[in-house]
């Protein structure tokens, strides 16, 4: 069942994507070389809490962090730890806070000094990959035109791979409701309507779409050791259809 939201819904959504923005933006103040994953988990959960939010990760399913960071071959789900950023990592870091009882949801891939031009190339095909997805979307069309406009991007100008077995969600007062965002084109029978609320978060993989999953049960690695990146927005329809990008100020 997809949760339709109203316009009013929306602007409190707003507020937790808001949210969202700013704390990615304390996380890119601290990467340096140094820092470890666990320190900027902390940081994020402090920042939440002063907020008067909730980080919407921690317990979830029993994940015991305020964030997700996914260092180089991770693709997703990494769990903050010990390990100090190097030189040349990329970096994923994804947080979702509850704000009087909304989800806000978003993505940001940060660079650790100097990093190769692999690793730049596929950051920045990431997130034009992710823009022209948002550009797909429109009221009566099918849900499968993200899939479809993140291929054509991805496809035309790289042989980069698109991860297949993780999705964008829906996504309200739960963390993850219907419908799942297919980031490869697959139809479902799904159209955009207006009131729809839901996140379109491409993981793009330097080579094969492979991935295996490590004993601990969220971090998610290239089966090949190569480097992923991911990128996220959470995205509303409106009432009177218009596409907003409520995870941006």
């Given at each position: 069942m997809?949760?339709l939201k109203t316009?009013k819904?929306?602007?409190?959504?707003?507020k937790?994507g808001?949210l969202t923005y700013?704390l990615?933006d304390?996380?890119?103040?601290?990467?340096k070389p140094g820092v470890?994953?666990l320190?900027?988990?902390?940081?994020v959960?402090?920042?939440?809490?002063?907020?008067?939010?909730f980080?919407?990760t921690?317990g979830?399913?029993?994940?015991?962090?305020?964030?997700?960071?996914?260092?180089?071959?991770?693709?997703?789900h990494?769990?903050p730890s010990?390990?100090?950023?190097?030189e040349?990592?990329?970096l994923?870091?994804?947080?979702?806070p509850?704000l009087?009882?909304?989800y806000g949801?978003?993505s940001?891939?940060?660079?650790?000094?100097?990093?190769?031009?692999?690793?730049n190339?596929?950051i920045?095909?990431t997130?034009?990959?992710?823009?022209?997805a948002?550009?797909c979307?429109?009221?009566g069309?099918n849900?499968s035109e993200?899939?479809?406009?993140?291929e054509a991007v991805?496809?035309?100008?790289?042989?980069f791979?698109?991860?297949?077995?993780?999705?964008?969600?829906?996504i309200?007062?739960s963390?993850h409701?219907?419908p799942?965002?297919?980031h490869?084109?697959?139809?479902?029978g799904v159209k955009?309507q207006?009131g729809?609320?839901f996140t379109?978060?491409?993981?793009i993989?330097e080579?094969?779409?492979?991935?295996i999953?490590?004993?601990d049960g969220?971090t998610?690695?290239?089966k090949?050791?190569l480097?992923?990146?991911q990128m996220e927005?959470?995205i509303?329809?409106?009432?009177k259809g218009?596409?907003?990008?409520i995870?941006?100020p």
């Amino acid at each position: 069942m997809i949760h339709l939201k109203t316009d009013k819904e929306i602007y409190e959504m707003r507020k937790a994507g808001e949210l969202t923005y700013q704390l990615l933006d304390l996380v890119g103040q601290m990467i340096k070389p140094g820092v470890s994953t666990l320190e900027i988990d902390k940081m994020v959960h402090g920042e939440i809490l002063n907020s008067n939010a909730f980080p919407g990760t921690l317990g979830y399913r029993g994940f015991k962090h305020s964030c997700c960071t996914s260092v180089n071959d991770v693709i997703c789900h990494g769990i903050p730890s010990d390990y100090r950023l190097k030189e040349g990592d990329i970096l994923n870091v994804d947080i979702s806070p509850r704000l009087n009882g909304w989800y806000g949801d978003s993505s940001r891939m940060f660079t650790v000094g100097e990093v190769s031009d692999t690793a730049n190339k596929l950051i920045s095909t990431t997130e034009t990959a992710l823009i022209g997805a948002i550009q797909c979307v429109r009221v009566g069309d099918n849900l499968s035109e993200i899939g479809k406009g993140i291929e054509a991007v991805i496809f035309s100008i790289s042989n980069f791979s698109i991860v297949e077995d993780y999705v964008g969600h829906g996504i309200g007062r739960s963390f993850h409701e219907d419908p799942a965002v297919f980031h490869y084109n697959r139809p479902t029978g799904v159209k955009f309507q207006k009131g729809m609320v839901f996140t379109i978060e491409p993981m793009i993989n330097e080579g094969t779409k492979e991935w295996i999953m490590l004993d601990d049960g969220w971090t998610v690695k290239t089966k090949d050791g190569l480097l992923s990146a991911q990128m996220e927005h959470t995205i509303a329809i409106n009432s009177k259809g218009d596409v907003e990008v409520i995870s941006l100020p």
